[in-house]
């Protein structure tokens, strides 16, 4: 057998020509420095803000400090098996988590790794958790009410879908439980729900999940935890994480509702990690970029154009104050951030009015637009009424002599703060909500003993299910009060069989 010459310079240009493609050239860096949960490293000069690094032992990291002679990486699980001299290689990606429906019902790491034992999650989608926020043109106004369930948010500070709604106060004020009683009340409304739990106890993170299991509400939602035992770096991009995992949904043309417990210790996790990388400390020692960072995360929030599905996504962030301080650097930057907040006051939270919501300083600027019509009318009056009760209640606490259209706006307002109250984990639909409120502001409450008011509501709501169902659909589907007085009707027929207190001890003393 002859072998041609042409064929093996053929041959060899071929191999020639493939040499170069077969190379792959992995940038590799020498670790100067780790401790603290960061690390230095040189030779990496190429790396991009935000890159996932790897360490030798496996451990991820994220390139945050990108310098003249060294990278400086937060690093992104145990900093112990690390040490000065180790390479550490570039993966040429941006910070990703898995994205989808798989993650529906899931508790997971904000790297998307599960943490609630059941079993790997299976996805091969995944999104950089950092991520430019729709623009202008890409966006809708906010039309679509998001109902909460509970009484006094919905009627006096309404979030509409694509919102960024803040709930702020003191510790132990009722943050949370209004965060997971939305949750609950989001259950058939064809809303995908994601909790971020940031630097929470990991029991409390568990009886939370639990709560939502309880309620069948864990189906519809994605718990993010990075518990406080967790590094600063994974509290830092806890939120991010949460984000990119709702814009699957969003751009998927879906609801979204996401909350994030609390940006306090997210922002605190920041602070101690810039520290640490030698950041320049700013006011409260909280890096310069302090507000960028929660300010990128809730531009995010939208409701997009229908172009883009229209999609949306609301974010409820909560925030934590110290002693009601809400003009700290924290609190004021959020504020001025979202579209309103709800302000929940701890002297009322102890005075047994709960949920604590201080009407005075509680707000959402674009909600109202999407409140629906029959809401609107029966709460319009109700801001001033608390006010102006809770000026002369200040007043009524000296004198005795009451003229009579004082005490009759005293005792209105004392029915109307009884009205707001409501327990844990019950949220109303919104015709309940607005039969209520229709009682009130029409006098059906004014002569009830305040004792009795809660259970004439609860009473009158099942009275409402048994005998006008077609009611509450009418308002639940046109969104208007009924048409002529068939509403009033109802009333009278409900408060003819309403026995109050004394009244009902009365016919018991009688039989005896
Ligand atoms: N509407 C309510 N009715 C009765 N109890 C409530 C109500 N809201 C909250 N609570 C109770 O108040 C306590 C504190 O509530 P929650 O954990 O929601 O507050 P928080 O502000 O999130 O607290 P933290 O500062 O620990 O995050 C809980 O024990 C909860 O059961
Ligand atoms: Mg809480």
């Known amino acids: 057998m002859s072998i041609k010459t042409e064929e093996i310079s053929s041959l060899i240009k071929k191999q020639l020509a493939n040499y170069q493609d077969q190379i792959s050239v992995e940038e590799t860096g020498t670790v100067t ?34 310098e003249s002679n060294d990278v400086g990486i937060v690093i992104l699980g145990d900093d112990t098996q690390i040490r000065e001299g180790d390479t550490v290689k570039r993966t040429g990606r941006i910070m990703e988590v898995p994205v989808g429906d798989a993650l529906l019902g899931r508790v997971v790491d904000p790297l998307g790794r599960p943490i609630d034992g059941l079993g790997d999650i299976s996805t091969d989608k995944t999104r950089p958790i950092e991520r430019k926020a729709p623009g202008v043109m890409e966006r809708k106004s906010v039309s679509q009410p ?26 132990k004020t009722g943050k949370t439980s209004i965060a997971i009683d939305t949750i609950i009340n989001q259950k058939d409304q064809d809303m995908i729900c994601i909790y971020v739990a940031i630097g929470q106890k990991e029991s409390t993170v568990r009886s939370q999940v639990e709560t939502l299991r ?69 006011r409260e020692a909280y890096p310069g970029d302090i507000f960028y960072t929660h300010s990128r995360l809730l531009e995010r929030a939208a409701r997009l154009s229908d172009d883009l599905g229209g999609g949306s996504m609301t974010a409820l962030p909560v925030i934590q104050t110290q002693a009601g301080d809400v003009s700290a650097y924290i609190p004021t930057n959020v504020i001025s951030i979202t579209d309103g907040q709800i302000f929940l006051d701890a002297d009322s939270f102890y005075a047994g009015q709960r949920p604590a919501i201080d009407a005075g300083t509680s707000v959402s600027r674009v909600g109202g637009d999407a409140q629906i019509k029959a809401m609107k009318k029966v709460s319009g009056t109700l801001r001033l009424d608390i006010a102006s009760y809770n000026e002369l209640a200040a007043f009524a606490q000296f004198g005795s002599d009451l003229d009579a259209a004082t005490k009759a706006r005293l005792d209105r307002g004392e029915r109307t703060m009884e009205v707001l109250k409501q327990g844990l984990h019950a949220p109303q639909p919104v015709e309940q909500q607005v039969v209520t409120l229709y009682a009130l502001a ?8 305040v ?44 408060k003819e069989g309403f026995q ?13």
Not at 240 to 251: P, S
Not at 442 to 449: E, G, M, T
Not at 480 to 493: F, I
Request: charged share 25%; no cysteine.
């Open 33 to 66: 420095y780790v401790g603290d949960g960061v690390a230095r490293a040189d030779g990496l000069e190429n790396a991009m803000a935000g890159e996932l690094l790897e360490f030798e032992n496996g451990v991820y990291g994220m390139a945050q400090n990108l």
């Open 146 to 171: 998001l109902q909460t369930g509970i009484k006094v948010i919905d009627a006096l500070v309404p979030i509409g879908r694509g919102q960024r709604e803040l709930i702020i106060g003191d510790r």
């Open 214 to 282: 309880k309620f069948g509400a864990l189906d519809y939602t994605i718990v993010v935890s990075a518990s406080a035992s967790n590094p600063a770096p994974l509290l830092y991009i806890a939120p991010y994480a949460g984000a990119a995992m709702g814009e699957e949904f969003m751009f998927g043309g879906r609801d979204v509702l996401i909350i994030y417990d609390d940006l306090s210790k997210q922002a605190d996790a920041y602070r101690e990690l810039s520290l640490i990388l030698r950041r320049p400390p700013g």
């Open 442 to 449: 029409h006098n059906y409450l004014d002569d009830i003993p």
């Open 451 to 494: 004792d009795d008011v809660l259970r004439f509501e609860s009473e009158l709501a099942t009275f409402m299910r048994s005998n006008h169902q077609d009611l509450y659909d009418s308002i639940k589907q046109s969104g208007q009060l009924p048409e002529g007085n068939e509403l009033d009707k109802a009333l009278d027929s409900f």
């Open 500 to 512: 109050t207190s004394d009244q009902k001890q009365d016919t018991q003393v009688a039989q005896n």
